[in-house]
């Protein structure tokens, strides 16, 4: 790890730990608002914690660019940007679930994932990483499992706020991969999803619809672990268009294949 990087993971971890105190202060006495549907939520916690944020980031790296969920894009004056995600999960958040996660990613020249922290307050487990440096949580190394069958792993995936009509549901992967494996789980909160993945609890996650707020600093906490990431095509990631399988490695060939046979929507 170089002295940049570490300096860049020391200031992202100061505002994970930061906002995640604001939302245990706030949490069970907060009011919940709907963004763009009713099962896309907001609450002040995740405006508060998101301020936080960016204020701690500012001041240690004034020429940065941010781009968070709640307060959209600030640009900067260098190649590194931070994407901000106050509370992944707030749905969980807002009913009383501790799978919630403050999630920050930082991004250098040509959108190369360089640091990623996830903070889950309510669990008391921060995972972290930096391009080159391996995946931790609270300090101890984590490693993706060793799963090599499709009918030893557990998956976890989660669903799109939009269901209406027309619109992407993913049932028809899960039920295909439920036939195919020891099952599939909801958490509810794609920070944490991933790295669940990283730390071994998991052997896989996909997913339709994400931000790269969502999905970046777990995209990168899964490589660093020792797993596998791609759309779900199996080409390249595309972060702003995040349509991803991340794995174990072992598994990724044989859980495309499943996806590719199925009816892959949107």
């Not at 763009?36 to 916690?45: C, K, Q």
């Not at 490695?249 to 499943?258: C, M, N």
């Amino acid at each position: 790890m170089t002295d940049e990087l570490n300096k860049f993971l020391e200031v992202a971890l100061r505002a994970a730990h930061t906002a995640g105190e604001i939302l245990m202060a706030h949490r069970g006495n907060v009011a919940v608002e709907r963004k763009s549907g009713f099962r896309d939520l907001v609450t002040e916690a995740d405006r508060r914690a998101e301020a936080v944020i960016r204020q701690v980031l500012l001041e240690a790296f004034p020429e940065h660019g941010l781009l968070g969920e709640e307060e959209g894009e600030r640009r900067g004056n260098s190649v590194y940007r931070w994407l901000i995600d106050p509370i992944d999960g707030t749905t969980n958040y807002a009913h009383g679930l501790p799978h919630f996660a403050v999630s920050l990613a930082l991004l250098g020249e040509g959108d190369e994932l360089l640091v990623g922290v996830v903070h889950m307050p309510a669990l008391g487990e921060t995972y972290s990483a930096v391009r080159g440096g391996g995946a931790f949580c609270n300090g101890r190394r984590i490693h993706v499992t060793s799963a090599e069958r499709l009918d030893d792993c557990l998956l976890v995936t989660g669903f799109p706020h939009d269901v209406s009509p027309g619109r992407p549901t993913n049932v028809d992967h899960m039920e295909n991969l439920v036939r195919r494996t020891r099952g599939v789980r909801i958490v509810g909160a794609a920070a944490v999803d991933l790295a669940y993945v990283a730390a071994g609890v998991f052997d896989a996650y996909w997913d339709l619809t994400n931000h790269a707020w969502d999905v970046a600093a777990g995209v990168l906490l899964v490589r660093e672990a020792g797993g596998t990431v791609t759309d779900m095509t199996g080409g390249p990631l595309n972060l702003y268009r995040p349509r991803l399988l991340a794995s174990n490695g072992r598994v990724h060939e044989q859980l495309l294949e499943v996806l590719r046979a199925g009816r892959i929507e949107g």
